[in-house]
């Protein structure tokens, strides 16, 4: 197993602290790898192998563990004495009214928990009920640039490495680690991710919602793949499949955008208004969390280029713990706005500076802003040194490879 030390390192401050550790995700984006890791972290540590269960609840091993009661059986006739046992639980959300088993084990036992799911809804309405005040939770996200040079064997300061064809590569196969382990064509990756998306679509989206209009979900997905980087709402997406003579009510399609948030296919990014310090409720922007995703459903298009990039950018600044906001200042749109604590970066995001026009273009958003923030234009250029009154270039995948905040 290789080590994703980013969240191992934000994980293990809470080693052995009165909290349930609960790590969500897209499924295959390596929560289960992580858990393993951090068993092996507990061992390192000296706790013995019967003092650590482990479950998967997406293994046929498990199938009759399907209730709270049931787990809460299981557990407690695992734990024989006084000492701290470590409760590792993979995808929980198999298991019925899990919250309050999980709740059992915080007040019956000296129990470090870590719980792992596939919906964002682990953190909102089943959490909420019992487990309030009692959760830190960590968002794991498929492979950044710099771990899919990990995965690879490689290393960006290696001289003998092309970085731009490396970039090329981790642009088009998208970071999901399953697909890292082997040297796959394209054509095998979209087939692999296809399988994973099928998988969220059916077991994450469908069932959990209850959808029964499964073709006017993956027209929505469709519609929302398609305009990667556009501004974007459940009102645009009514009136387009009305302009098309297909019948979509507004709330319904509403209801498909969170069920798809929900399941982390999509993210979905608030604007902020830069003069009214304040967040706007209209045209947001989704991302995807991978973009292999879209090859897999739509296929590779060039034209979508300018999108898949902010797309990575957007990615890259959530896992570095940022809020990031689609930014209004007056009239001219900032790409991101992406908040840490007291810090704050701005960036606009695009494929080439290939004239004065696209310069003058991207470059005057953040030349705008009268603050002392630091603010960045990201591109595919690899030689444009320039920066101007302050406003700094970046290569896209200088910028994947090293935090400029």
Known sequence: MIHRDL?????????????????????????????????????????????????????????????????????????????????????????????KAVNGFLVDFNADIYVTGSNSKLLSSELATYL???????????????????????????????KRDEFVKYLRSGGFPAIHT????????????????????????????NIRNFDLLERVVKFVFDNIGNKLNAKNIADYFKSQQRKADLNTIYNYLNALEEAFIIQRVP?????????????????????????????????????????LVYLELKRRGYNVFVGKQEEKEIDFIAIRREERIYLQVTYRLSSPSTIEREFAPLLAINDHYPKYVISMDEFFQENIEGVRHCYIADFLLDDMG
Not at 54 to 67: L, M, P
Not at 139 to 146: A, C, E, N, Y
Not at 182 to 206: F, G, H, M, Q
Not at 297 to 308: E, L, P, Q, S
């Open 7 to 99: 969240y191992i390192n934000q994980i293990e401050p809470f080693i052995q602290k009165p909290f349930i550790k609960v790590l969500t995700g897209i499924r295959r984006s390596g929560k289960s790898v992580i858990l393993r890791l951090l068993k092996d972290k507990f061992k390192e540590r000296g706790v013995e192998e019967d003092h650590i269960v482990y479950i998967n609840f997406e293994s046929f091993e498990w199938i009759d563990i399907n209730d709270a009661k049931s787990l809460y059986t299981y557990i407690h006739s695992q734990i024989k004495d006084k000492d701290t046992y470590y409760i590792l639980l993979d995808e929980i959300q198999e298991v019925k009214e899990w919250e």
């Open 182 to 209: 082997n040297d796959y064509p394209y054509e095998a990756i979209y087939k692999i991710v296809y399988d994973i998306y099928s998988s969220v679509i059916l077991r994450d989206t469908i069932q959990r919602n």
């Open 271 to 311: 604007r902020y208004d830069v003069k009214g310090k304040e967040v706007l409720q209209t045209n947001e922007k989704y991302f995807v969390s991978d973009l292999s995703l879209i090859y897999a459903v739509m296929g590779y298009k060039d034209r979508m280029i300018a999108g898949m990039l902010e797309n």
């Open 132 to 162: 309030t005040g009692r959760t830190v939770s960590f968002t794991i996200m498929p492979l950044s640039f710099g771990e899919y040079f990990q995965f690879h064997h490689l290393s960006p300061k290696d001289e003998h490495i092309n």
